[in-house]
């Protein structure tokens, strides 16, 4: 191999990233590395995405050009050592790497929350929505990820999903089409290159597809006015760089009965040839269970391969040199042709251009605090947890601190777990509701549940509402892959709702998460949704509730019969 030549297209100065590119043609005739001077093995190695966390074999396989980028979760690690990691990896490629996924990856960035894209679709502000792009992907950038995974596309359409939910912007088409397509402006401003989920939609779904394979029962018709909408418009609109396919099947789009991942006729057929898109297509996590389980760590890259895909997320549970071998051999073998690999690795290349990489790959540890979590970054941030907050409820009597009422504070535990998929670490976020609370209320009874609800604690969560005048419910949940139930309130928890309720308290339902649960609960004297547990979240709820913000978010879904899409109370 010429490594001398890949380092001189693929310079590693050091500085700001070029981002001169973004933004215009993704297509224009460039330079790139010589494919004939690789390995086959190298050649297909552009086409994976290596999620082993296994960092010495990591670092092996980079320097000898064999993985095309990296999908790190290093949540504990602060921005600069974040920098230090991908500078690493970079210096040792011979060819630069795509690192993902955004600020899901590292600690300490602003919270701008584009995994619970739900909260944007409330504000229905466009501008939010493009901000929010921008401050993630320029924070992304300056510690070295090229990849941001947003926005998501998929339009809610079934309010069971357990594993879309709050990751959609809403169950409206047109909601969907036009604010993602301002994320995905925001995130080309900011330097990173979008990824739109989950193609051809995952949204009228019901199951997780980490688990299952779920059916989308819908006709070619319904599909094509609802959930390719977005995606179609987006890629006409020349604001798609990456296009993720999904783990589900499609009767109308695919006869057999396989995810559409695999299948060649959505792939390619309908994504590459029916709606014209010529960027990078990549797959979901080959980790999830209707892949692997039924077709093996091998046999699932080939086949993801054979129907279209430029880039795979590697099984993150093996050797990702398993899955390179697997490519190669079937090159071999001629079951993937090795001019459909070149294809690939040319829109891998010229997205890896766009992004600057060959010019320049590593990043400045010391521009990270011009960029990260500024003053005016986190007055966005509190102005999209401000403008989303959506009021369904409202009959209870004004709550003023100065009143000194008596308040008594119950929430679900939302203890610190761990994302199967990602590795995402999800930290506590009742004491910040108990402490915004006491600051108007001091003193203020909080009783945090465990995931277990003893009757005991249930029994004195009850005890402690009938002393209290106002009773505050915590609503906390949240898509978690792999844990169906984390999106739901606990049987155990509605019951405890109802039973205050009906004792004849003043309820307020603060709700953290999903929106949907509320068609199952009680009607309280007061409530609302904020689609989000970030702090500024909390806070924002809080304001609310005692009369210090005026809500002004409307409701980006239907929740049943009981509240239509844009409801929203202001007072």
């Known amino acids: 191999m010429q490594r001398r030549s890949f380092l001189r297209l693929a310079g590693l100065s050091l500085g700001a990233p070029c981002l001169s590119r973004l933004g215009t043609s993704l297509f224009a005739a460039t330079a790139l590395p010589d494919f004939q001077s690789l390995t086959l093995e190298q050649q297909v190695g552009q086409m994976v995405i290596a999620r082993q966390q296994d960092w010495p074999l990591m670092e092996k396989y980079a320097a ?14 602060a921005p600069a050592e974040f920098a230090e990691f991908t500078n690493k990896f970079q210096k040792l490629s011979p060819i630069p790497l795509l690192f993902g996924w955004g600020g899901i990856s590292y600690s300490g960035g602003t919270e701008v929350r584009l995994q619970q894209t739900m909260r944007l679709g409330a504000t229905r502000s466009p501008e939010l929505c493009r901000e929010a792009g921008r401050i993630e992907a320029a924070e992304a950038r300056a510690v070295g990820i090229t990849l941001a995974g ?8 079934n309010p069971d999903n357990t594993i879309i939910n709050l990751r959609s912007i809403g169950d409206d088409v047109e909601l969907v089409a036009t604010l993602g397509a301002a994320i995905a402006q925001g995130t080309l401003d900011g330097g990173a290159a979008p990824i739109f989920m989950h193609f051809p939609g995952h949204g009228a779904t019901r199951g997780d597809s980490h688990i299952e394979m779920p059916e989308a029962d819908r006709t070619q018709a319904e599909l094509e006015a609802v959930e390719l909408r977005p995606f179609a418009e987006l890629i006409r609109r020349g604001l798609a760089r990456v296009i993720c396919t999904n783990h589900c099947n499609y009767p109308a789009l695919e006869p057999r009965k396989i995810p559409a991942t695999l299948s060649r006729a959505i792939v390619t057929g309908l994504l590459r040839e029916k709606l014209g898109y010529r960027g990078v297509i990549l797959s979901d996590s080959l980790t999830m269970r209707p892949i692997k389980d039924h077709y093996g760590i091998e046999e699932a890259a080939i086949l993801t391969v054979i129907a279209g895909h430029d880039l795979i997320l590697q099984d993150y549970n093996s050797d990702p040199k398993i899955t390179i071998d697997a490519l190669a051999r ?3 073998q001629g079951r993937i042709p090795l001019a459909q690999v070149e294809e690939s690795v040319k829109r891998v290349w010229r997205l890896k251009q766009e992004l600057g990489l060959f010019e320049q790959r590593l990043v400045d540890p010391a521009r990270i605090p011009q960029v990260f979590a500024t003053k005016a970054s986190a007055e966005i941030a509190r102005r999209i947890a401000r403008e989303s907050v959506t009021l369904l409820e409202n009959q209870l009597k004004p709550m003023r601190a100065a009143d000194k009422p008596s308040v008594a504070v119950i929430s679900n ?12 670490k999800h930290s506590p976020t009742n004491h910040r509701l108990n402490e915004q609370i006491r600051q108007r209320v001091p003193g203020a009874p909080a009783i945090v549940l465990s995931t277990a609800m003893m009757p005991e ?8 509402a009938q002393k209290a005048d106002v009773v505050v419910f915590g609503l906390f949940t949240r898509v978690r892959a792999y844990v169906e139930d984390a999106i739901q309130v606990d049987k155990t928890y509605r019951a405890l709702i109802e039973r205050v309720t009906a004792a004849g308290r003043s309820v307020a339902l603060l709700n953290f998460g999903n929106p949907y649960v509320m068609a199952d609960l009680p009607k309280a004297a007061f409530s609302l949704c904020t689609f989000s547990d970030a702090e500024d979240s909390i806070d924002a709820a809080v304001q609310v509730l005692f009369g210090e913000l005026k809500p002004q978010g409307r409701l980006p879904v239907r929740i049943a019969d009981r509240y239509p899409f844009g409801h929203g109370l202001t007072a």
Do not use: C, Y
């Not at 947003?150 to 359409?157: G, S, Y």
């Not at 535990?413 to 995402?424: I, M, P």
């Open 330 to 332: 079937a090159v071999r």
């Open 64 to 77: 000898q050009g064999l993985i095309s980028g990296m999908t790190p979760s290093l949540t504990k690690l």
């Open 150 to 157: 947003a926005p998501v596309l998929d339009v809610n359409l």
């Open 413 to 424: 535990g939302s203890s610190a777990a761990v994302d199967e998929d990602n590795a995402l």
């Open 457 to 464: 604690e249930i029994d004195r969560a009850f005890a402690t």
